[in-house]
Every structure is written in structure tokens, then in C-alpha cells.
């Protein structure tokens, strides 16, 4: 069992650039693929950014890209998302997400384990 806890979310004005941290239980987090996902209001909850086990390898979404950027801390079991130039519309439920499978998919179903998510709210 894993447990994944979100935090560093809050009210940012747009341009911002607050940093997401999410911290996981267990031994084992260096053996999961892990992702942050969000659901916005009247949306889908879709894939922002995704980094293999070692953190060699990272994917992230095009409506994030070049502006946000994900990394982990395997000897803390901590996993971030760095967000740079918020706008309005990044405004969302931020969750993470760790997956047994040994390569990033963007499917919210792959992923085993799920934090409770943190609300960014950009303000413009």
C-alpha cells in the first residue's frame, strides 16, 4: 500500500510560480512511475506531467509544456511539479498519482494509487 499526500497548492495570481510537492509512504515509491494529473471544474481529469522511476524520463502535456516541470527526490520519497506562468485556466485540483508500470502513460486508469489532490486557484 501507498499513500500519496499533496501539498503547495493555494490562491496564485496569474504568472505566478508555485511548486507542488507530494510525499509518498512506503519503501517502495522508487519502484513506481508516478504523474500529476488535475480536474477542473466542467472538465475531464486530465494528465499534466508524468517521470519514471529514476526520474531519467519525464512527458509532459502540451498545455503545460515549457512551463511546468516535473522532477522527484527518491531518497525523500518526494515527487514535484515546478509551475511557471500561471494562467486562469491551470486553475484546477491537482493530484498525484503513482503506477506499478515501468513507463509513463497519460490513462488516469493505469495509475494504482492516488493522493487526495490540492486546489490551485489562479487568479487573473
Known amino acids: 500500500q501507498v499513500q500519496l499526500v499533496e501539498s503547495g497548492g493555494g490562491l496564485v495570481q496569474a504568472g505566478g510560480s508555485p511548486r507542488l510537492f507530494c510525499i509518498a509512504s512506503?519503501?517502495?515509491?522508487?519502484?513506481?512511475?508516478m504523474a500529476w494529473f488535475r480536474h477542473a471544474p466542467g472538465k475531464e481529469r486530465e494528465f499534466v506531467a508524468g517521470?519514471?522511476?529514476?526520474?531519467?524520463?519525464?512527458y509532459s502535456a502540451e498545455s503545460v509544456k515549457g512551463r511546468f516541470t516535473i522532477s522527484r527526490d527518491n531518497a525523500r520519497n518526494t515527487m514535484y511539479l515546478q509551475m511557471n506562468s500561471l494562467k486562469p485556466e491551470d486553475t484546477a485540483v491537482y493530484y498525484c498519482?503513482?503506477?506499478?508500470?515501468?513507463?509513463?502513460?497519460?490513462?488516469?486508469?493505469?495509475?494504482?494509487?492516488w493522493g487526495q489532490g490540492t486546489q490551485v486557484t489562479v487568479s487573473s
Open positions: 498519482a503513482a503506477s506499478r508500470r515501468h513507463y509513463i502513460t497519460t490513462v488516469s486508469r493505469d495509475y494504482d494509487y
Open positions: 512506503g519503501r517502495i515509491f522508487i519502484t513506481f512511475t
Open positions: 517521470i519514471k522511476c529514476s526520474g531519467g524520463a519525464t
